[in-house]
């Protein structure tokens, strides 16, 4: 059974860029899926930032693209979210996740809360 | 992209009724391609439907959905207490997901 964990400082600054890391533990990254982050400011709504595969192809929300960079590190079986020039708007919820492409998302992490301010 | 408008915004029904809640796309959605999520407080979502009527595992079957084109439901038989939460629909279309703003489910 797969098992996701999100890591990463809870605070950022604002105009500074905000990291997490998701720690996959039960299967591979390399055998398959997409790897994706999905954010929920407090709340409010879900909102799907991007995904990656194992060999490195992105997909991103065309309203973050030009902020987001989602990298993959398969020998450590992880992936990683940076999110640049954040506001307090970027104030949510984040949580990683396992999906085929283009089909549900059976598998979260619990999601770790980060919040914008100076 | 796709919009997703989740009806009505807070539904109020007691223990024992059925529940339908609505998510309609802004275009047509591949059923294929339209789940729901239940999402209780404090916790992640989770998969309840996918490809617009199918029951993710463990998933009792007082859930079940319809709908094709732009016209969603999620329809839940007989409520039972654990079922009070927040749904949220979602859909895949031109390399983006989107969900809908959800429909919060609470106890009358």
């Known amino acids: 059974q797969v098992q996701l964990q999100e890591s990463g400082p809870g605070l950022v600054k604002p105009s500074e860029t905000l990291s997490l890391t998701c720690a996959v533990s039960g299967y591979s990254i390399s055998s398959g899926y997409y790897w994706g982050w999905i954010r929920q400011p407090p709340g409010k709504g879900l909102e799907w930032i991007g995904s990656i595969y194992h060999s490195g192809s992105t997909y991103y929300n065309p309203s973050l693209k030009s902020r987001v960079t989602i990298s993959v590190d398969t020998s450590k079986n992880q992936f990683s979210l940076k999110l640049s020039s954040v506001t307090a708007a970027d104030t949510a919820v984040y949580y990683c996740a396992r999906h085929a492409w283009g089909k549900q998302v059976g598998d979260w992490g619990q999601g770790t809360l980060v919040t914008v301010s100076s | 992209e796709i919009v997703l408008t989740q009806s009505p915004g807070t539904l109020s029904l007691s223990p024992g009724e059925r529940a339908t809640l609505s998510c309609r796309a802004s275009?047509?959605?591949?059923?294929?391609?339209l789940a729901w999520y239940q999402q209780k407080p404090g916790q992640a979502p989770r998969l309840l439907i996918y490809?617009?009527?199918s029951r993710a595992t463990g998933i009792p079957d007082r859930f079940s959905g319809s709908g094709s084109g732009t016209d969603f439901t999620l329809t839940i038989s007989r409520l039972e207490p654990e079922d009070f939460a927040v749904y949220y629909c979602?859909?895949?279309?031109?390399?983006?997901?989107?969900f809908g703003q959800g429909t919060k489910l609470e106890i009358k």
């Open positions: 275009q047509s959605v591949s059923s294929s391609y």
């Open positions: 979602q859909q895949y279309g031109s390399s983006v997901y989107t």
């Open positions: 490809g617009a009527s």
